[in-house]
């Protein structure tokens, strides 16, 4: 008898066990292309963009990379993503950067626009909360947030790092 339990135990141990096991990674609807930005917060346009002046943010896109009026051409390894893409210094980490495409749409032509703290698309009005809320839609319409990319900032030298995630 104590050998059925102590069978059955391990049986369930190791079913449990699997199924915690299944590692599955979330894929974006909207497609991959390749994006690679390097930001030195200590020189021109881009000084004062530091983790200290929340709600401030550049984009980059096919134009350039725009920051307070002004575009820096992009050079030629840096790439924007696939409808461009925002850098958010946001209220809980240094900086957030997202896809301007809506995941709703996926008009690369029509990207989002930036209001306040949120990315809206220009055709169904979705609002992407990307000051407190990782990219997630506000309305309801949308069922997926934005493409969300990996920064890595480092203080010491100012220098801040975009990529895929």
Known sequence: ???????????????????????????????????HLEINTNVGMYVGFVPEHVTTYLIANESGIHLNGITQPLTVQEAYGYAGTVVYIDGFHPYAAYDLCCPHCLLRNQPCTIEMMFAVCPTCHEEYDIYLGNGVPTHGIATEPLKQYMTTYNAATGRLFVGPR
């Open 1 to 35: 008898m104590i050998q059925i339990r102590k069978y059955i135990c391990l049986l369930t141990a190791s079913v449990l066990l699997s199924a915690c096991g299944g590692y599955t990674t979330y894929k974006s609807a909207v497609p991959d292309a390749p994006i």
